[in-house]
T-cell receptor, first 109, second 113 residues
Framework: KNEVEQSPQNLTAQEGEFITINCSYS?????LHWLQQHPGGGIVSLFM???GKKKHGRLIATINIQEKHSSLHITASHPRDSAVYIC???????????FGKGTKLSVKP | DAGITQSPRHKVTETGTPVTLRCHQT?????MYWYRQDPGHGLRLIHY???????DKGEVSDGYSVSRSKTEDFLLTLESATSSQTSVYFC????????????FGDGTRLSIL
């Protein structure tokens, strides 16, 4: 079983819809990251969080440490949000990140 | 955007040949990482560096070596490339290993025939 599981694997939405991407993990963590990989391949760090919630523009990331679960929400989605969204966790006191396989989001106009 | 440059961006080579990928940063970050990305897998760490001449293995280090002779450069070498090393390789940097996010380069697409 993968230590980091994302759902759904693929997601198609209409412009303006509210989107939720989920990440579940099976190990104790010290931090969780959300990243965005553009269609051209570049990877951008969106959030790093260890508790609660963070917001940046139309993106909101939440984490529930007890349930070992995080969600990434996109409000008022736009075609430019089309990308692969990747969840990664830092296990306990170790420094290395463990990555999920990603969720491919396509937002149609 | 973090100043990270990977070279080459694309490379096609034959099995058994040596290959070196370069990662260059202008941010003076202490930590540098090499990852590979393959279909059906998340990003996987190959090697990382925590300073000049200080490196350590990641989860998929077999068949790869690295060197860091200057803060700004981190080289990944495939001594004798195999078809299983066909992948997209990403370099990343961070100021701190635990408390800061990693910033990624644009990737190198490597095909080994």
């Amino acid at each position: 079983k993968n230590e980091v599981e994302q759902s759904p694997q693929n997601l198609t939405a209409q412009e303006g819809e509210f989107i939720t991407i989920n990440c579940s993990y099976s190990v104790g963590i010290s931090a969780l990251h959300w990243l965005q990989q553009h269609p051209g391949g570049g990877i951008v760090s969106l959030f790093m969080l260890s508790s609660g919630k963070k917001k940046h523009g139309r993106l909101i990331a939440t984490i529930n440490i007890q349930e070992k679960h995080s969600s990434l929400h996109i409000t008022a989605s736009h075609p430019r949000d089309s990308a692969v969204y990747i969840c990664a966790v830092r296990r306990g006191s170790q420094g290395n990140l463990i990555f999920g396989k990603g969720t491919k989001l396509s937002v149609k106009p | 955007d973090a100043g990270i440059t990977q070279s080459p961006r694309h490379k096609v080579t034959e099995t058994g040949t040596p290959v070196t990928l370069r990662c260059h940063q202008t941010e003076n970050h202490r930590y540098m990482y090499w990852y590979r990305q393959d279909p059906g897998h998340g990003l996987r760490l190959i090697h990382y560096s925590y300073g000049v001449k200080d490196t350590d293995k990641g989860e998929v280090s077999d068949g790869y070596s690295v060197s860091r002779s200057k803060t700004e450069d981190f080289l990944l070498t495939l001594e004798s490339a195999t078809s299983s090393q066909t992948s997209v390789y990403f370099c990343a940097i961070s100021e701190d290993r635990f408390n800061q996010p990693q910033h990624f380069g644009d990737g190198t697409r490597l095909s080994i025939l």
